[in-house]
């Protein structure tokens, strides 16, 4: 009996020293793989800082207006003559920047995706880019996200112009056809230089002749006929003496001469 408990007590001894032993290299492995993970948190989280800084999170967009003024031999980069742009561009305003392009910039004009060679100078430019709000050099050009280009308009003859209109009678009609004069007896306040002479009227395509409620042509007039000329002009740097282009011409006939009567003399004879 004693022999049995002695060995009991042995094997239980010999258990509790073979864990003993055990649990230390147990927790050297927990340990290390703690520290490799440790060390891979740690390098990615580097990495990431990294990027970060590199592709810049934290951006602005910039954006300009302005006149195309020269393109570079490269297609590379082109500069502007910057008219406007938002608060973040104000420092640019006034001035002709020089502003880059790469594969991913997006051109267009007029509706369609084109490259930078097929802007035409003086085009009219809107250009957006972003730039890092950190650590960002004012003087180093620019790289360009999408340029929108339109055309020059083209100038207007006249916008601001007021309407002349004169009556009178017409006097005669040139042979080609292209003109006409009339004697001014009325006119609105605008034309009221040209009261009291004969004024010669010029006609073109889009010159509206109506005579008795009916379109007709300039050669379809007769002479006499009481005409109501209606024009336009430019306010500004108008020249009085200039031949005026009718818009619109309404012509009456002459109005009949009124019928003389003649009052017959009854001579009576005395006897």
């Known amino acids: 009996m004693k022999f049995r408990v002695a060995l009991v007590t042995v094997f239980i001894a010999g258990l509790a020293a073979s864990l003993a032993v055990a649990a230390p290299t147990k927790t050297a492995k927990q340990q290390t793989e703690t520290n490799t993970t440790a060390a891979t948190t740690t390098t990615t989280s580097t990495t990431t800082g990294h ?58 004009r007029l509706g369609k995706e084109v490259t930078l060679g097929e802007l035409t100078l003086g085009d009219r430019l809107v250009v957006q880019l972003r730039n890092c709000k950190k650590g960002t050099d004012p003087t180093t050009a620019l790289l360009a996200a999408r340029v929108v280009a339109r055309p020059v308009p083209t100038e207007k003859a006249c916008h601001h112009r007021s309407a002349l209109v004169l009556e009178g009678t017409l006097v005669s009609i040139a042979p080609d056809r ?73 012509a009456r006939p002459a109005r009949p001469a009124p019928p003389t009567t003649t009052t017959g003399t009854i001579t009576t004879t005395a006897s």
């Open 51 to 108: 990027a970060r800084q590199k592709n810049c999170r934290h951006r602005f967009a910039l954006v300009l207006e302005g006149k195309l003024v020269s393109v570079a031999s490269d297609q590379l980069s082109f500069a502007v003559d910057v008219k406007r742009s938002n608060r973040h561009a104000r420092l640019h305003r006034g001035q002709i920047l020089t502003v880059q392009v790469d594969a991913n910039t997006k051109i267009w």
């Open 178 to 250: 292209l003109s006409f004069t009339v004697d001014v007896k009325h006119s609105n306040r605008h034309a009221r230089l040209h009261r009291g002479q004969i004024l010669t009227v010029q006609v073109d395509a889009n010159t509206k002749i109506w005579r008795l409620h009916k379109e007709v042509t300039l050669g379809d007039l007769t002479l006499g006929d009481r005409l109501v000329v209606q024009t336009r002009v430019c306010k500004k740097d108008f020249d009085p003496t200039a031949a005026l282009v009718a818009t619109r011409v309404m």
